[in-house]
């Protein structure tokens, strides 16, 4: 009699525990995201709400710390999450135990806001302050801060990415066009141009494993690619909205991003191999459109391997979806589609510079278009 009551409490107490799904969203005006790869899941930090959203390798979210005052930039040093708060605040938390290893607040007013994070193997964590043009080193094991870099330059640091092999941090300003993209030397902290963009107000910069550079901004288009010797003019390669900061993630050449309006996040896989910024992926390839440029319409070609759902979306230079020509199952084999110039709606839209996303199983290839009156 006693083991049916234990069973039945047991069976009780289990299902009484909330179901976890990736239906489930606890993101709130996402911002950044960091991997712990120790343990096999993803950290999200969250303005609104200021939580340390955990996401596992299914796509479960849960929430690691609850009001951890985490609104922006964070980094993983060993066990701990680093992260910025409102009011200048910088927290760190224990990633088994969740005990708060640091609480400190720089000094200055609480208007002049903390923003992104990087760190380097001699254990400091470098901090950007864009209303102060300063960049912040933190050493973790006394909690002494200084300022490290300020002006010469700088206008709005946001984005941070430190390049040991180079002794530099690369930050990206966070500017109405131009928007400068800086090199501070690790060495005695001097300025210097990289780069100059049109870019309006852009917040975050990661470099991939071949040395290409991202920029993701809230107010951007999309996500940009840069060559490693800032030589080109960045290109747009993934439309889309809200998209702050991109996060690399080397073990399967990605982007991590978070869709700040959205309350999501989503992983866009890349493509750059070292030598060609496109090669053919495993179960799909979007092949030029053609003609290019184009007056009236133009076909797209794509090939699969094997039977897929496919998505084939338009969007404009800011971002803006125009319009979906295919979102259903294709079988393996060569499919083509017209596009017309026209919106959802059937209206033509105006001449000027279009891109064709397809996404298959998540895995996404662009291709860019011009349409000419």
Known sequence: MR???????????????PAI????NLLSAPQKIVIDTKRNRLLVSNMNTGDIVQIDSLGNQSFFIENAGFVDGME???????GVGNNRVVRGYNLETKQLVMNITLSGSVNN????????????????CPFLNEIYRLRISDHSYWVFAKNNGLNKPNGILLEKEKNRIVTIDDSPSPALIHAISLADSTVSTLMTTNFNRP?????????????????LPGLFMIDPNFSQVPELFFPGSSMVYPTYDISDHSLLITHYDANTWERVPL???????????????????????????????????????????VYDTVGS??????????????HSVVWKGNNHSGKQVTAGTYYFRMNVNGVIQTQKGTLIK
């Open 3 to 17: 083991t049916n009551v234990l069973i039945w409490f047991l069976l009780a107490l289990v299902f009484s525990i």
């Open 21 to 24: 799904s990736n239906a489930q």
């Open 76 to 82: 993983i040093v060993g066990d701990t999450v680093y």
């Open 113 to 128: 806001y903390l923003s992104s994070m990087a760190y380097d193997s001699a254990g400091h964590i470098f901090i950007s």
């Open 203 to 219: 917040d975050g910069i990661v470099r991939d494993k071949y040395g290409y550079y991202y920029v993701g901004g809230y107010y």
């Open 271 to 313: 493509t750059t191999n070292g030598t060609s910024p496109v090669k053919p992926l495993k179960n799909f390839v979007l092949h030029p459109i053609s003609p290019n440029p184009f007056q009236s319409s133009t076909t797209i070609k794509f090939e699969l391997n094997k039977h897929l759902h496919a998505r084939l979306d």
């Open 321 to 334: 979806l125009i319009n979906t020509i295919v979102n259903e199952d294709k079988g393996p084999g060569t």
